[in-house]
Nanobody, 126 residues
Framework: QVQLVESGGGLVQAGGSLRLSCAASGRTFSMYAMGWFRQAPGKEREFVASITWNGGSTVYAGSVKDRFTISRINAANTVSLRMNSLKPEDTAVYYC???????????????????WGNGTLVTVSS
């Protein structure tokens, strides 16, 4: 049974930074692309970033590009999201996701998700 457990959320002031982590278990982590999504209050869940099985390729939503960095350590079964220059509009529950393939889908990154974590709350105050 696959489990994805996020950590690192919290309250931060605008302009600050946070690092989210996701620990995966249950199947061979290095075989699958990973992603981060978020859901703000009253809004639908949206794609944030994804990374291929070996970290060789990443995709970002336009709203976070150049501020957020996704990375992974296959030996530790973890994927991280470094968030810099945070804005109040980044406030959301952030979800870790595991794709069903090594590369995910760079054109429609919201598709092909096999598993979701329970989420971690990030609150950015102005």
């Amino acid at each position: 049974q696959v489990q994805l457990v996020e950590s690192g959320g919290g309250l931060v002031q605008a302009g600050g930074s946070l690092r989210l982590s996701c620990a995966a278990s249950g199947r061979t982590f290095s075989m699958y692309a990973m992603g981060w999504f978020r859901q703000a209050p009253g809004k639908e869940r949206e794609f944030v970033a994804s990374i291929t099985w070996n970290g060789g390729s990443t995709v970002y939503a336009g709203s976070v590009k150049d501020r957020f960095t996704i990375s992974r350590i296959n030996a530790a079964n973890t994927v991280s999201l470094r968030m810099n220059s945070l804005k109040p509009e980044d406030t959301a529950v952030y979800y870790c996701a595991q794709y069903g393939s090594p590369y995910g889908d760079s054109r429609t990154p919201s598709y092909g998700i096999d598993y979701w974590g329970n989420g971690t709350l990030v609150t950015v105050s102005s």
